[in-house]
């Protein structure tokens, strides 16, 4: 079935480390995100890419890094520079429009920092 | 930030009844969608309801919008157990940023 992949669900980090979330598709969408939610909060965007070797800051984007070498993988890295990084990740990808213009989630990324 | 906000934050209903919950945003859109998410999990697309339309309905779902007061509400009909969630209305930006509200969380009591 299509659709996107989020490993690991959860994910420790020690101080100073850098860590990294991976986000796969098969959905063959261009359009792919990453999102922070913090308990009982709404989703604040990090990272958008539209296209492969391409991505914008979101609102958030200090203490983060994505790459974006194929269509299908948007890996996210927090690095040491985010100090608060425990949170609830969710990865999603957009069909640009094409059949009903719907945003498709991971099941998400749980990082607590030990 | 072009987040929305939801209101009201949390709704607590006995099944049967029906639920309705707020979405107030900041700038022009080309469209709002709500979505729904269970505790822990990813986000699922409920409904689409387009900048030029003013209500639509999905099964017990029924959405509407003004675009004059940059506002969205959701009904859910005849409530279920299972409906318990939270529920987020999606702006975009551009057509390609999709901004999300805080979110409603609705408890629907057996």
């Known amino acids: 079935d299509g659709g996107i992949t989020q490993s690991p669900k959860y994910l420790f980090r020690k101080e100073g480390q850098n860590v990294t979330l991976s986000c796969e598709q098969n959905l063959n969408h261009d359009a792919m995100y990453w999102y922070r939610q913090d308990p009982g909060q709404g989703l604040r965007l990090i990272y958008y890419s539209q296209i492969v070797n391409d991505f914008q800051k979101g609102d958030i984007a200090e203490g983060y890094s994505v790459s974006r070498e194929k269509k299908e993988s948007f890996p996210l890295t927090v690095t040491s520079a985010q100090k608060n990084p425990t949170a609830f990740y969710l990865c999603a990808s957009w069909d640009g429009g094409f059949s009903g213009n719907t945003i498709y989630f991971g099941e998400g990324s749980w990082l607590t920092v030990v | 930030s072009q987040q929305g906000e939801e209101d009201p934050q949390a709704l607590s209903i006995q099944e049967g009844e029906n639920a309705t919950m707020n979405c107030s945003y900041k700038?022009?859109?080309?469209?709002l969608q709500w979505y729904r998410q269970n505790s822990g999990r990813g986000l699922v697309h409920l409904i689409l309801i387009r900048s030029n339309e003013r209500e639509k309905h999905s099964g017990r779902l029924r959405v509407t919008l003004d675009t004059s007061k940059k506002s969205s509400s959701l009904l859910i009909t005849a409530s279920r157990a299972a409906d318990t969630a939270s529920y987020f209305c999606?702006?975009?930006?551009?057509?390609?940023?999709?901004?999300f509200g805080t979110g409603t969380s609705l408890t629907v009591i057996p």
């Open positions: 999606a702006t975009d930006i551009a057509g390609n940023q999709f901004y």
């Open positions: 700038t022009s859109i080309n469209n």
